[in-house]
């Protein structure tokens, strides 16, 4: 297959995981785009309740005199109105790593920046009394890229997924 081949697939997201901790890494597993994808360390990804119609994610590469950047944002709202509307909201401002689940079992992650990530996303939070929206952006020199899925295929993060 040729990185220019058609990708014939209809995907989309239908679920979100953060993390607010830990470190990413660019992969170094065989055959799965080293330098782009990622896997971490001391992250623990938590189930975010959102609807499948309300997460969305964005990239949008510009030209530098350095090379390409790469501005990646997620999207997403919630219901809010419980008692514990003020402490998800302060929650929320402490995101490091936000990791979409796509309908093919595939996970993205955005949040690293660079070899290491180096700074936090900007985060936005906005309601209406009802609904609180989320948007966090940041800023790479690279496309956001995928992250192992152990559950994906019930094989374990080290085998090289080229193999399936």
Not at 60 to 88: C, H, I, M, W
């Amino acid at each position: 297959m040729s990185l220019l081949d058609r990708v014939i697939t209809n995907v989309h997201a239908c679920g979100i995981e953060l993390a607010f901790q830990g470190e990413a890494a660019p992969s170094h597993i065989e055959g799965w785009q080293p330098f782009y994808n990622s896997i971490f360390e001391g992250a623990t990804f938590e189930k975010a309740y959102a609807s499948m119609s309300s997460i969305f994610f964005e990239e949008q590469s510009v030209s530098s005199p350095s090379g390409p950047l790469y501005t990646q944002k997620a999207t997403f709202r919630f219901p809010e109105n419980d008692k514990f509307r003020a402490e998800r909201i302060a929650l929320i401002h402490q995101i490091k790593f936000v990791k979409f689940k796509f309908t093919n079992r595939l996970d993205l992650v955005i949040g690293r920046n660079d070899i290491t990530t180096n700074s936090n996303p900007t985060i936005k939070v906005s309601s209406d009394g009802q609904l609180c929206q989320v948007e966090l952006e940041t800023k790479s020199i690279a496309p956001a890229g995928f992250t192992p899925n152990i559950n994906a295929f019930g094989l374990p993060t080290i085998v090289p997924l080229s193999l399936i």
